[in-house]
């Protein structure tokens, strides 16, 4: 879908890309690719590389003509990858497995969801996961700044959620792990 974001990112010897796709105009599903190098990366005598195609899976299926102008985030090391993306008014993450395929669980935020947006995604040392997005943001319109952490099982921390700051138009949410545990919220 041209007006989305597409997103890749290599954890360790894996690589994950994600997209939205266009289908018949209509079909908005997350895309996601995965691919694990077994060797070095190279080809072999016969021209053929020693990697190889870990799978594809569709996520959120979303059927519809408009435009949805929506984004994709990835964070993680070496063992975990965390995808977060849109799904009909409603943010989502998922925790992708390395070193194998396998359709992830997703989790969001608790409350009404009619106007999420944009969703940016990090991973502390400990597992936690932090969410941040906006809330009805548009064309020509920020939104509101909102984020919920999540504990190491995909759990909503109580009391680890916030928000409400006006996020300026044409602008977005960051979220970033710190080193030492926690997280930084960047708007």
């Known amino acids: 879908c041209e007006c989305c974001s597409l997103r890749a990112f290599c954890a360790g010897q894996d690589l994950f890309i994600a997209y939205r796709k266009a289908e018949e105009n209509v079909q908005r599903d997350m895309k996601f690719l995965y691919w694990h190098v077994h060797g070095d990366g190279a080809l072999d005598e016969g021209g053929t590389a020693t990697d ?35 799904d009909e008014g409603q943010v989502l993450w998922a925790r992708a497995e390395c070193g194998k395929f396998r359709q992830p669980d997703n989790f969001g935020p608790p409350g009404k969801a009619t106007a999420r947006k944009y969703p940016s995604v990090a991973v502390d040392p400990h597992g936690q996961v932090a969410l ?6 548009g064309w020509n319109r920020g939104g509101k700044l909102a984020w919920q952490v999540f504990d190491a099982d995909g759990k909503p921390i109580e009391g680890a959620r916030g928000g409400g700051q006006e996020i ?7 979220a970033c792990a710190r ?9």
């Open 52 to 86: 190889s195609f870990g799978g594809a899976w569709n996520q959120a299926e979303w059927h519809t003509e408009q435009c949805v102008m929506s984004s994709v985030s990835m964070a993680g090391d070496a063992g975990r990858v965390v995808i977060a993306f849109e």
């Open 179 to 187: 080193a030492d545990g926690g997280f930084v919220i960047v708007y």
């Open 132 to 137: 941040a997005w906006s809330e009805d943001a």
């Open 168 to 174: 300026p138009t044409w602008s977005f949410a960051a």
